[in-house]
């Protein structure tokens, strides 16, 4: 509450008045122990949490596991960066531009957003650990990023522009893999066979524009992939062809 509260009147109740919810209401404990994890597990495995229990849940296991994720997640992206025929090729071509992406620049951290990685041309690349599922998914997820860094050396993308965001973030969802028919299909149980890794790769740009501070609307997201859509999606560069 804002202010200084009046002094209670004898009658009155001289607790404060409770304005958090409950844990009635969310269905969440918040707690370490083995007993309350696994009970607030069950509770979200089997959809008894509401939507602020599942946020306090993801919060805390976020932060009591943030050490493992960020581990795994880094030996993720060393493997990756020395094995993966993408992650070595985009890499090829990115210091071709004089780029230089290395693990000093290619983070792990935990994050708040819900988002798998992200790219700053200031900063580099983040993974989020706490969000990456595997090492196929810390591989879609690198191959995204690197796409917006090859982007960023060959084209001058600038990312505060919204019809070059859309652009870059058309090619990264096409190029990287995170749309092929396997991932949408056992993934995200995506069932169409014909244009759908064109409709996953509209669905996610559109997303990923929406998510930019200077759009206003679904409609306005859609609206700027849509206007962009030809040239980029055909845009395979550096690729001859989408390579998965």
């Known amino acids: 509450m804002d202010g200084k509260p009046t002094d209670p009147s004898p009658s009155s109740n001289p607790l404060p008045e409770k304005t958090t919810t409950t844990t009635t209401e969310t269905g969440y404990i918040p707690g370490n122990d083995a007993w ?34 960020c581990q ?24 071709a531009l004089n780029g230089d992406l290395n693990p000093s620049n290619i983070r792990c951290v935990r994050c708040v957003q819900r988002r798998a990685g992200a790219f700053s041309p200031d900063v580099g690349i983040e993974l989020c650990a706490n969000e990456l599922r595997d090492r196929a998914h810390a591989e879609d997820t690198l191959a995204h990023e690197m796409v917006h860094a090859y982007d960023h050396l060959r084209f001058k993308v600038d990312f505060e522009n919204l019809r070059h965001t859309a652009c870059s973030e058309i090619r990264a969802a096409s190029l990287s893999g995170e749309c092929r028919f396997v991932q949408e299909f056992f993934t995200r149980a995506q069932r169409k066979v014909t244009q759908q890794h064109q409709e996953c790769v509209r669905r996610k740009a559109a997303l990923a524009v929406r998510a930019h501070p200077s759009c206003q609307s679904d409609v306005q997201a859609v609206k700027m992939v849509n206007q962009v859509w030809d040239s980029c999606f055909a845009d395979t560069r550096p690729f001859d062809e989408i390579y998965r």
């Open 36 to 69: 309350t994890r696994w009970r607030n597990t069950f509770m979200l495995l089997t959809g008894r949490l509401t939507d602020e229990g599942r946020a306090q849940y993801r919060h805390d296991r976020d932060t009591l596991f943030e050490k493992q994720d």
């Open 72 to 95: 795994r997640c880094e030996k993720h992206r060393d493997y990756l960066l020395q094995y993966s025929p993408i992650i070595r090729f985009l890499n090829d071509k990115i210091t």
